[in-house]
């Protein structure tokens, strides 16, 4: 199974490394994880207040990024095609436009949104698109192949 990962599921991994997300990224399973490049802009963008929610070192949870950064495929957006994020943004607009990459490569590869936000998955929702996957239905997948 892929599966695209939203920048909330690295920020929680994180911040909370004991946490359900963290064990999904180190767990032996059969998924793979695969995010634009935006990711990285974004979890650099709120380094320092992940640093202040967490209570570890930069130094550390840099380290703790690289690692998790080496299990994700990274898309660049050059590749995704101009239909998609045009159809991506359109979805976006009215439920966060931070997130249309994500929605993007969702809508050309076919795979779901690993994500934690309620706000993207119910607003995708409403609007028919049932893309996500949260951490509790990822977590059940965990061994199954």
């Not at 590749?79 to 966060?96: Q, V």
Request: glycine content about 4%; proline content about 2%.
């Amino acid at each position: 199974m892929i599966v695209i990962t939203d920048s909330n599921v690295i920020f929680s991994a994180l911040v909370n490394p004991k946490g359900s997300n963290a064990e999904i990224f180190y767990a032996k399973s059969n998924i793979q994880f695969t995010a634009p490049a935006y990711l990285i802009f974004e979890i650099k963008n709120h380094f320092n207040k992940i640093v202040s929610f967490s209570g570890r070192s930069k130094k550390e949870l840099k380290k703790e990024f690289d690692l998790i950064l080496s299990k994700i495929k990274i898309i660049d957006i050059d590749s995704i095609p101009k239909k998609s994020l045009l159809e991506a943004t359109r979805i976006s607009t009215n439920i966060d436009i931070d997130d249309t990459f994500f929605v993007a490569i969702s809508l050309y590869k076919h795979h779901k949104i690993w994500t934690g936000d309620r706000k993207l998955i119910n607003g995708l929702k409403a609007k028919g698109y049932d893309i996500c996957i949260t951490t509790t239905e990822l977590k059940a997948k965990l061994y199954k192949k």
